[in-house]
């Protein structure tokens, strides 16, 4: 299965880089710069790319609801499970539980392999969004 690099400019650069498969999912590959003091997966590291997962599904959403759309982050909530080690691939998906005209509400996951490492929920206002 072929893989494209997600646009992570600006800060995201530091997280990179971060590949999109053909089934939509998010793939990292954990290298040395990405682990804490303790030889893990950093926790804002895996914030990080939480952000970009769901971010760039709120983007896409917001983009097919209305050409042009924009989204920003009004909340993004996580809760650690387990850590990551490098050499690690970790994966990350995302769906979007809920939308209404001006906000998007998505839950998501990373993992590597069956092991869950983190569960995140955001919620993303629309802008651009047509006037009823």
């Known amino acids: 299965m072929s893989s494209r690099q997600v646009d992570t400019s600006g800060f995201g650069a530091y997280a990179g ?3 999109r498969n053909e089934a939509g ?3 990292f590959e954990i ?3 990405h682990l804490n003091g303790a030889d893990r997966l950093h926790g804002g ?4 790319l939480a952000a970009i997962v769901l971010g760039a599904v709120a983007r896409e959403t917001a983009a097919e609801k209305t050409p042009g759309a924009t989204v920003r982050p009004l909340s993004l ?4 499970v387990s850590a990551g080690e490098k050499g690690d691939t970790v994966e990350g998906r995302a769906d979007v539980t809920r939308a209404t005209r001006t906000v998007l509400f998505i ?4 993992r590597v392999g069956s092991r869950m490492l983190m569960t995140a929920t955001g919620v993303y206002a629309i802008s651009g969004a047509e006037k009823a």
């Open 17 to 19: 880089p971060v590949l």
């Open 25 to 27: 999912a998010f793939t």
């Open 31 to 33: 290298a040395d710069h």
């Open 45 to 48: 590291m895996m914030m990080t």
């Open 77 to 80: 909530n996580c809760d650690f």
């Open 107 to 110: 839950s998501g996951e990373l």
